[in-house]
């Protein structure tokens, strides 16, 4: 009924950049905050940014991304993306979209397949 998928992962250089994309697709009535998270080998899935309902929503962001990532969201198409400059090696991790979306007669919390980010130094 609902389903994200992620895009726009890759593999750059130290100071490069990439956006991600989390579409959701499926029965949906409303989406409530969307985030993403990423995982690296060996360590715990983090929460990476944030953002809340609606146009304008509040943000909010790890230490480690803050003032090099954005989070933001086009209602319309149901996307949430992330913008990721100057990166890092340490940011190479898989990341993940994950939200709770109410639709399709119920109320869930999805999570999207990943894609792999890895920046090389």
């Known amino acids: 009924q609902v389903q994200l998928v992620e895009s726009g992962g890759g593999l750059v250089q130290a100071g490069g950049s990439l956006r991600l994309s989390c579409a959701a697709s499926?029965?949906?009535?409303?989406?409530?905050?969307m985030n993403w998270y990423r995982q690296a080998p060996g360590k715990q899935r983090e929460l990476v940014a944030g953002i809340g309902s609606g146009s304008g929503g509040s943000t909010n962001y790890a230490d480690s991304v803050k003032g090099r990532f954005t989070i933001s969201r086009d209602n319309t198409k149901n996307t949430v993306y992330l913008q990721m400059n100057s990166l890092k090696p340490e940011d190479t991790a898989v990341y993940y979209c994950n939200g709770r979306i109410i639709g399709g007669g119920r109320v869930g919390e999805y999570w999207g397949q990943g894609t792999q980010v890895t920046v090389s130094s």
């Open positions: 499926g029965s949906i009535f409303r989406i409530n905050a």
